[in-house]
């Protein structure tokens, strides 16, 4: 099992920056890629960016490209989202989630169903 623990969600005027971070611990061993999904009320839980264990290769959607920068810490087994330029419609639950997929991501975007272990969200909201 793999736990995860996000922080640094909170509320930021459209145009402002946050950084969320995610801690794993417990079998550490199994993960491949880290990633982060947002869910806004009333609408699915989206794919936002996803990070490979070494930190080599990184995944991110269109909409956040050029805005958020997945990054990781080896030592600490924490993932971070920095998020820049922040939209309101960035408003949402923000949920880490650990993979152990070991398929490609290069002709499509990571899907919820390659994650087995999710922490339990953090609130970004951006006023607009």
């Known amino acids: 099992q793999v736990q995860l623990v996000e922080s640094g969600g909170g509320l930021v005027q459209a145009g402002g920056s946050l950084r969320l971070s995610c801690a794993a611990s417990?079998?550490?061993?199994?993960?491949?890629?880290m990633g982060w999904f947002r869910q806004a009320p009333g609408k699915e839980r989206e794919f936002v960016a996803a990070?490979?264990?070494?930190?080599?290769?990184?995944y991110y959607a269109d909409s956040v490209k050029g805005r958020f920068t997945i990054s990781r810490d080896n030592p600490k087994n924490t993932v971070y989202l920095q998020m820049n330029s922040l939209k309101p419609e960035d408003t949402g639950v923000y949920y880490c989630?650990?993979?152990?997929?070991?398929?490609?991501?290069?002709?499509?975007?990571?899907?919820?169903?390659?994650?087995?272990?999710w922490g339990q969200g953090t609130q970004v909201t951006v006023s607009s």
């Open positions: 417990g079998r550490t061993l199994s993960i491949t890629r």
């Open positions: 990070i490979s264990w070494s930190g080599s290769t990184t």
């Open positions: 989630a650990a993979s152990s997929y070991m398929g490609s991501w290069s002709y499509r975007d990571p899907r919820r169903t390659d994650f087995g272990s």
